[in-house]
């Protein structure tokens, strides 16, 4: 689990989790404005999100573990 706007507005650069992660929600603006993130790799466990939760990132590089199956954005 991680809510809402844990972390907004920080320096984190990349973002990768490991293939046993166990993450399968993510809140509203939890990753909004943290412009030096630009690579992302969300894990098979992922299966909600909140909406914006990228909003205004760095992002450049967006990557999907096998095995995932994202059910709902609310």
Same mark, same amino acid.
């Given at each position: 689990?991680?809510? !809402?706007?844990?972390?907004? +507005?920080?320096?984190?650069?990349? /973002?990768?989790?490991? +293939?046993? $992660?166990?993450? %399968?929600?993510?809140?509203? %603006? $939890?990753?909004? &404005?943290?412009?030096?993130?630009?690579?992302?790799?969300?894990? $098979? %466990?992922?299966?909600?999100?909140? !909406?914006?939760?990228?909003?205004? %990132?760095?992002? !450049?590089? /967006? &990557?999907? $573990? +096998?095995?995932?199956? /994202?059910?709902?954005?609310?």
């Amino acid at each position: 689990f991680i809510g !809402r706007e844990a972390f907004a +507005d920080t320096p984190i650069q990349t /973002l990768t989790f490991a +293939d046993n $992660a166990k993450l %399968s929600v993510m809140e509203q %603006s $939890a990753f909004e &404005n943290t412009k030096q993130l630009t690579a992302v790799t969300l894990p $098979a %466990s992922l299966k909600q999100t909140g !909406r914006a939760i990228f909003k205004n %990132s760095g992002i !450049r590089t /967006l &990557n999907f $573990a +096998d095995g995932f199956g /994202l059910t709902e954005i609310s």
